[in-house]
Structures are given as structure tokens and as C-alpha cells.
């Protein structure tokens, strides 16, 4: 089927646009190199266009010069659709992270709000009264009198912008890089009494959706609806999470169910299903079967705008809207055709979704399902219904979980081990919620909740939190920290893929492919355990509470902190990052001392007592807990070729301290500004 697929012009277009946008995403061409590309592709295509006409050239060049285009049309996409790259986006404005400056905004999406700060994204309307554009993140702090802001309300706002920062420790979340994938580029921290509202509010679909949802959401908290199942209800039906307990996403994450929490492929596949069984009395005429089709794809789309047009819905209405259009095709191959033109469509209009997480997971479940668990569903066929029903259940669980496995370890470092067992029992409960849900939104727009309707969505959800949390709970079947990398990630898809077309049709040829798979995986484990094993570092990390040094030599890692950190590494979220990334573990704890020695190198560390040993002449100078010291003095007499501040200093001596090194002409590093500090 894979073969048959890529035979298909459309695949290896789709190939040719996505490795477009993989180019410019990783290796930023300039945008005149890409246009001109795209101008010579253009003109050679046409001319293969007319000559093969002809018969005068190979086929071949003329399928060359569709991919080239292709190609060119996936680079020029990627650049048209990057906010980074427009005149008027505000990251190329003179000062704009120097000082403070008069911001016009308006908001677009609300977030889940942290500790601190309720958080918004918003569009730059104008700075300083020169016409911008660009999105940012917009941080408002919480007090007693705060009240969410109204999506579409235009804010103006007189604060400095920040800049996207890097991870400060190394293996870490990158937060800044992850906001960049949405681009948003920089963050706005303001008091709600600083801010100044507009009077008028801009109302496009964004607000009309946020609106929508909004009266839902008060008819129902009019209904006696249990907050805490109401919070759940609003992320299956209405895609927001913003309002669900860490507890509750946490259970929903060992157990190996936070996709259902967002609206995704399996809630629009749910609403798919549904509706199609509804639709069963029509005829299955090609008349009937097309007004089925229609109705589909307006029930679709109604549900995409009831969950309020976000990223992951749109993404998810649109593939299963072809799904539904290959369906109605009625040949199995077109299935396979039309997911493969909404991920090109989507991607034409939305190139940076192919970065997303929920894109990838979505469009690899999918496919597998497709693909692979038809031939799971041959290996029994059961005799009674009930049975089929929950082994169908199982097979595609299994073949979703086997196609986005790899990725899932790769971005998340964890396997839910009892996720089948998840899937038979929430799949037929999510079933009768999903319709449930969907009922009880609709009349709840039109100002109507019937109280037994009500009560029976919220004591359902009640029941799956519970069997959730009784399923996370064992959190013996949770394998988290599992080390991986994208050379594993390529090698086990590739070794994945040779196995099942083995398995679909066993033959000689096909079992050496599925061998050199196995060698290619092996060869990609040894290779990262032999880098790894061969290397050695230093690394003394961004941590504002406590000094933390790492020794790193091949895969044993010696820890040198204070006493209580030592007892507590396997929670300390920093150093196990940094160890899994490393595929590495902690032999050694020590508690840290004023001197440690690494490769040839002498480093003092300076705490809050302020000892300098006078004979001693450092190669590396750690300064840590802010200590009370004639910097200037101490760096004439010890004369260090660096000096690294971490972040338990001090922010103002920090600032004297880069001062002084710069008079004397000695590197400084300082954590909290640059993030962590590596010798090797």
C-alpha cells in the first residue's frame, strides 16, 4: 500500500513542498535566493510542460520539474507565511526591546493563566504610533480586581518588550524556541491598571466563536455543573483547557489519555462516526450518499466553530473532512489520496503547523490506523459482536500507539505502559459523552439545558476523571525518562515501517528489509552510546536557588551541590534532563567544594562567605550566593581567564561585576543572561 501510495503524483509533490519548507525552516535561505529559485522552476516547468507535449523529452524531466517547482512552492510558502520575514513585523523595529514603548494590541486567544499572570496572545496593531504587525504574549498580572480580558478588545499598553529566550539549562524545554514555532517572537508584562481599553472591539469569527463559547459556558455554570467536571467537559466538547487542575492533566497524562483533553483527530473522528451512523436511513444512491457527504462536512465545520477555530480544530476538521470525501469516494486507495491533500492544503495555508506536535501525532496516528490495523483486525476475528466491538477498539489503539510511539518518546521522554488498557475502557465512554456533550453545547448556545441532560454529562465525566485517576495511579506501568534522540527516532520508523511490510506479505526480499532495519537501529544505538561514552564536560547550571556543578565523563555524571540537593536529584527536573539527554546517569554525589579540578583546568568557586585563598591562581572563577568581596581586587591579584556568576547571585552586583570584567578585559558569563556554562 506504501508503494501504490508514493506512485501517486500527489505524494511525491507533497514530498517535494515539505521538503521546501524544511529548507528555508532549518537553513534560513535569503527571501531573493528563494524567489528566484521559485522564478526558475516556474519557467522550467513550463517549458517541460509544452515540450513534453511533444514527445520530444524523457517523461522523467518533466516529473523533475513538477517537484522542483514543487519544492519551490513549499520554500516560498514557508517565507510568505513567517511573521519574522515581514517589513512591518515589530522585531524590525529600531529599540523595541530597549525601552518602553506605547503598544496598540488586540487580543486574540486567552491562555491558561499561570501563578502570576493571566496570559494572552495579541496582535500588534501599531508602536508608538507607527503602523506593526506580529504576535506576542501579553502578561497581565493577577490581583483581586482582575476580570478576563474580551477577545477582540484593542488594549494599549506603555511596557518594554522581551525577547524570546533560549533554554537556560541544557536538554530544557525550550519554552522560547516552542513560542517561536507560533510566531510569537516576544512577551509584554503589564498591571491591569497600566492598561488602557479601547473603546472599540474588533468582531470577526475569533471574537463571534469566543462569544459563543462564552454563553455555553455560563448556561451551564447556571445549571449547577461541578466546576471541576465542567473544566473537563469544556476541553473534550470546546477544546480549552485553560481552567483544568495540573492533578487532573497530570492522571490524564500517565495514563496515557491527555489527547483527549484537546480537541483533536480522535473528538472530529468521534463527530465523523456519529453523524455517519445518523445518517444510516439514507439511500446510498450517488444522490444520497452526496447530500450525506454535504451534511457531513457542514456538521464538521459547525463543530469546528462551536470549538472556537483553534489551530488543532481547523487542523483536525479539514483532515477528516477529506476523510469523509474519500469515504464517499468509496475506494480504499482515495483514502490514502485525500489525507494526503489536506495535509497539502493545510500546509499551503499554514506551513508552520508541519513543526507542531499535535500535526505530526495527528497525521502518524491516522495513517497507521489506515495502514496497519486492518491487519491487526485479521490476526482473530471473534464471533460475537461485543467482542469485535472492544478487539476493534484494541487494534486501532494499537496501531495509532505503534505509529506515534517513536515521536511521543522522542518530545515527551515517556510510555504510558497500560494505554490499551485506557483505550478499551474511555473509547466506549468518550463515545456516549462526546454525543452527549455535543447535545448539551448546542442547546446550551440556544439559552436551553435540560437539568437531567446535564446531570448525565457531568456524573459521566465524574466516572472517567475516577477510572483515570485509578489507571495513572499505577504508576508502576509509567516507563518515564527514556533517553532518545533523532537518529533513534529515524532508525525505529524506518526498522517500524520494514516490519509491518513484511508482516503484510512475507517473502525473502522483504525480510532482508526488514533485517537491515534491524542493523540500522542497532547501528544508531551503538554510534550515540559510543559519542556518548567518549565524551567529557563540565557544566555548571542556571539555578537560582542553589549552586549546581555537573562532571560528565562518558555516561557517568558526578553531582556536586549541597547537601539537600543531593538527596533529592530524581526531582529535580533540571538534572534529570540533563542526564537523559545525555544518556547518562549520577555515580557520584559530592557535596560541593571551593575547588574542583576538570581536564587541566582549575576552578574556584566563591560562596557567600567570600573565601579567596590568596596562593591559589584559578583558571575559572564560580561566584555564587552574592558574595561580599573586593571583585576588583580579587580579579587584579588572582587574574582568571573566566569568571562565571550563576543565578543564585544577585542581579545588581551581578551587573557591577560584568563591569569590572569588562574594564580588566576577562570573559564573564553570567547564567541568569547566557544560561549554562559548559567546558569540555
Not at 473532512?321 to 492544503?345: C, D, K, P
Not at 448546542?442 to 483515570?468: Q, R, T
Not at 555548571?540 to 557517568?556: C, M, P, Q, W
Amino acid at each position: 500500500m506504501i508503494m501504490k501510495v508514493l506512485q501517486f503524483p500527489l505524494a511525491r509533490i507533497t514530498i517535494g513542498f515539505v521538503a521546501g519548507i524544511l529548507v528555508v525552516y532549518y537553513f534560513k535561505p535569503s527571501i531573493s535566493f528563494v524567489f528566484s529559485m521559485l522564478f526558475v522552476a516556474a519557467c522550467a516547468f513550463v517549458i517541460a510542460f509544452f515540450v513534453s507535449k511533444r514527445n520530444a523529452v524523457n517523461p522523467i524531466y518533466f516529473g523533475l520539474a513538477t517537484y522542483f517547482l514543487a519544492f519551490g512552492i513549499g520554500s516560498s510558502t514557508q517565507i510568505i507565511h513567517t511573521d519574522s520575514f515581514q517589513s512591518k513585523n515589530y522585531i524590525h523595529k529600531k529599540a523595541v526591546f530597549d525601552e518602553p514603548h506605547l503598544i496598540s494590541v488586540t487580543i486574540r486567544e486567552k491562555l491558561r493563566s499561570s501563578s502570576f499572570n493571566d496570559r494572552y496572545i495579541v496582535l500588534v496593531n501599531q508602536i508608538d504610533d507607527v503602523a506593526s504587525s506580529g504576535r506576542m504574549l501579553l502578561n497581565v498580572r493577577k490581583d483581586s480586581l482582575n476580570h478576563p480580558l474580551e477577545i477582540g478588545t484593542h488594549l494599549k499598553i506603555k511596557e518594554t518588550l522581551y525577547q524570546n529566550s533560549p533554554a537556560k539549562n541544557p536538554n530544557q524545554f525550550d519554552y522560547g524556541k516552542y513560542l517561536e514555532g507560533k510566531q510569537i517572537y516576544a512577551q509584554m508584562y503589564a498591571d491591569a491598571s497600566e492598561i488602557k481599553l479601547g473603546s472599540i472591539i474588533q468582531k470577526d469569527v475569533w471574537y463571534y466563536t469566543s462569544k459563543l463559547r462564552t454563553k455555553i459556558i455560563r448556561n451551564l455554570e447556571k445549571s449547577n455543573f461541578n466546576k471541576a467536571e465542567l473544566n473537563v467537559a469544556i476541553a473534550l466538547i470546546l477544546g480549552q483547557q485553560q481552567d483544568i487542575s495540573p492533578e487532573i492533566i497530570k492522571d490524564y497524562q500517565y495514563a496515557g489519555a491527555v489527547h483527549i483533553l484537546s480537541v483533536s483527530g480522535l473528538h472530529i473522528g468521534f463527530i465523523l462516526l456519529f453523524v455517519t451512523f445518523l445518517l444510516k436511513p439514507f439511500s446510498n444512491t450517488r444522490r444520497g450518499s452526496f447530500i450525506k457527504l454535504i451534511i457531513i462536512l457542514v456538521s464538521l465545520s459547525t463543530f469546528g466553530v462551536i470549538a472556537g477555530l483553534a489551530p488543532s480544530v481547523l487542523r483536525s476538521v479539514t483532515m477528516f473532512s477529506f476523510v469523509a470525501i474519500g469515504m464517499y469516494l468509496r475506494r480504499s486507495s482515495n483514502i490514502f489520496h485525500t489525507l494526503l491533500v489536506s495535509m497539502l492544503l493545510i500546509l499551503l495555508f499554514q506551513p508552520s503547523f508541519l513543526f507542531d506536535v499535535g500535526f505530526q501525532l495527528s497525521y502518524l496516528a491516522l495513517f497507521f490506523i489506515l495502514w496497519l490495523q486492518p491487519l491487526l483486525a485479521q490476526l482473530w476475528s471473534p464471533k460475537y459482536k461485543i467482542v469485535n466491538y472492544f478487539w476493534e477498539i484494541l487494534t486501532v489503539s494499537f496501531a495509532a500507539q505503534i505509529g506515534t510511539l517513536p515521536l511521543s518518546i522522542y518530545y515527551f521522554h515517556q510510555f504510558p505502559g497500560l494505554f490499551f488498557v485506557t483505550n478499551l475502557v474511555i473509547i466506549p465512554f468518550l463515545s456516549v459523552i462526546m454525543g452527549l456533550g455535543v447535545l448539551v453545547m448546542v442547546l446550551a448556545a440556544f439559552d436551553f439545558v435540560p437539568l437531567y441532560l446535564a446531570k448525565s454529562l457531568e456524573w459521566s465525566i465524574y466516572f472517567l476523571n475516577k477510572i483515570i485517576n485509578s489507571i495513572a495511579s499505577l504508576e508502576q506501568f509509567i516507563f518515564r525518562d527514556i533517553p532518545f534522540n533523532w537518529q533513534l527516532l529515524f532508525s525505529l520508523y524506518l526498522l517500524i515501517i520494514a516490519i509491518i511490510i513484511w508482516f503484510k506479505k512475507p517473502s525473502f526480499n522483504r525480510l532482508v528489509l526488514a533485517m537491515v532495519g534491524v542493523v540500522i537501529f542497532q547501528i544508531s544505538y551503538f554510534q550515540t552510546h559510543w559519542n556518548i561514552q567518549n565524551q567529557i564536560e563540565l557544566v555548571i547550571f542556571n539555578s537560582k536557588k542553589s549552586t549546581l556543578i555537573a562532571e560528565r565523563k562518558g555516561n557517568n555524571i558526578t553531582l556536586y551541590a549541597n547537601d539537600s540537593l543531593l538527596k533529592t536529584v530524581s526531582k529535580n527536573k533540571t538534572l534529570t534532563s540533563y542526564s537523559m539527554g545525555n544518556f547518562s546517569s549520577f555515580k557520584f554525589k559530592k557535596k560541593l567544594r571551593n575547588l574542583i579540578y576538570f581536564n587541566g583546568n582549575k576552578i574556584l568557586i566563591v560562596d557567600s562567605l567570600g573565601v579567596c585563598p590568596k596562593e591559589i591562581h584559578p583558571d575559572i572563577v564560580v561566584f555564587t550566593q552574592s558574595p561580599k568581596i573586593n571583585f576588583e581586587r580579587f580579579l587584579q591579584a588572582s587574574k582568571p581567564k573566566v569568571v562565571v556568576a550563576d543565578a543564585s547571585n544577585f542581579r545588581t552586583i551581578q551587573k557591577m561585576w560584568k563591569a569590572t570584567c569588562l574594564k580588566e578585559k576577562i570573559p564573564f558569563h553570567a547564567t541568569g543572561e547566557k544560561g549554562f556554562y559548559k567546558l569540555d
